[in-house]
């Protein structure tokens, strides 16, 4: 399982997020086709309250960061 730690949270490919300082689940990014998962590099921005995925496949996926509601996606050319 992949992480990555921002803005005080870790995102866990997965797509459970972790509160650092209680180290408590705040949320869950719901999958969007297989992703989150293996595989999967994820990043939060709390300036844009968004997070997102980069897929093996080529797809980067976003969501709220702070609902964890999907809002969007699209394909990275040259990215697979």
């Known amino acids: 399982t992949g992480l990555t730690w921002r803005d ?8 459970d997020v972790l509160d ?9 990014l719901p999958a969007v086709g297989p992703y989150p ?11 844009l309250g968004r997070a997102f995925a ?3 496949d080529g797809r980067l996926h ?3 960061a ?4 999907p809002f969007g996606g ?3 050319p040259g990215v697979a």
């Open 8 to 15: 005080g949270r870790i995102y866990l490919s997965s797509g």
């Open 20 to 28: 650092v300082a209680t180290m408590r689940r705040v949320g869950t």
């Open 37 to 47: 998962g293996p595989g999967a590099a994820i990043v939060g921005d709390a300036t």
């Open 54 to 56: 980069v897929t093996r």
């Open 62 to 64: 976003g969501w709220d």
């Open 66 to 69: 702070n609902t964890f509601a």
């Open 74 to 76: 699209a394909t990275v």
